[in-house]
């Protein structure tokens, strides 16, 4: 005798939304602390600053590395996501006058020009909307990092690279071709300014990939 049996197959689909990674930036009453993309710094210790602000320009930029330098603050810039592992975004420990210049919000400017093949673009704008904005003209990027979500001002500032033998390299700081700086001055100049470098300058190459020594990058 052949027994018969039936089975009720059920399929299920799961839809998932990727979420953008939290902020590592938080902040209380008694000041700030600053984590990395993997949660945690390789000496195990924590990263403070007193405070942190938010520019949306790069005149407020300017300002907030103006006030840092006239107040005799340690200040670093930081991306949205931190995405680094070495402490290259700590300005110190609790305890010291330190502020943290967030370029999370400073992402507003992008401007292609299909015609020169160039592209602008504010220093906390993150590769994918780059990515996405030079497309949109027919254009693509030479060189590229693995991941697409840090930032422009970040990778670049850094030497984050892709794998490419082509032209230039892989390394995306190679097709730099000007950058736009904000560095401490004197008094009489505000205690910041604005400076632009291009391949001519004799400190383009050291600008470029500086890791926020020569400055806050701004474009």
Request: aromatic share 8%; hydrophobic share 45%; proline share 5%.
């Amino acid at each position: 005798m052949l027994v018969m049996r039936s089975f009720l197959v059920l399929t299920y689909f799961f839809a998932a939304h990727a979420l953008p990674p939290p902020s590592p930036v938080r902040c209380n009453d008694s000041g700030c602390t600053i984590t990395n993309s993997y949660g945690v710094w390789g000496d195990r210790k924590d990263c403070a600053a007193s405070a942190v602000v938010y520019p949306t320009t790069e005149e407020e930029l300017r300002l907030a590395v103006a006030e840092a330098v006239k107040n005799q603050f340690k200040v670093k810039t930081v991306s949205g996501t931190s995405h680094t592992m070495p402490k290259f975004a700590c300005p110190g420990y609790a305890g010291e006058k330190s502020m943290l210049i967030s370029t999370a919000k400073l992402n507003n400017g992008i401007e292609v020009d299909a015609a020169a093949m160039t592209v602008i673009a504010d220093a906390g704008v993150g590769l994918r909307d780059l990515i996405d904005s030079v497309e949109e003209e027919g254009l693509s990027l030479v060189a590229s990092p693995y991941w697409d979500g840090v930032s422009l001002g970040g990778l670049i500032s850094t030497g984050a690279h892709g794998s490419s033998w082509w032209g230039k390299g892989g390394a995306v700081h190679d097709h730099v071709v000007r950058i736009n700086l904000v560095v401490a001055a004197g008094p009489s100049e505000g205690f910041a300014k604005v400076i632009e470098l291009d391949k001519q300058s004799p400190i383009f190459n050291a600008a470029i990939v500086s890791l926020g020594l020569m400055g806050a990058i701004s474009k």
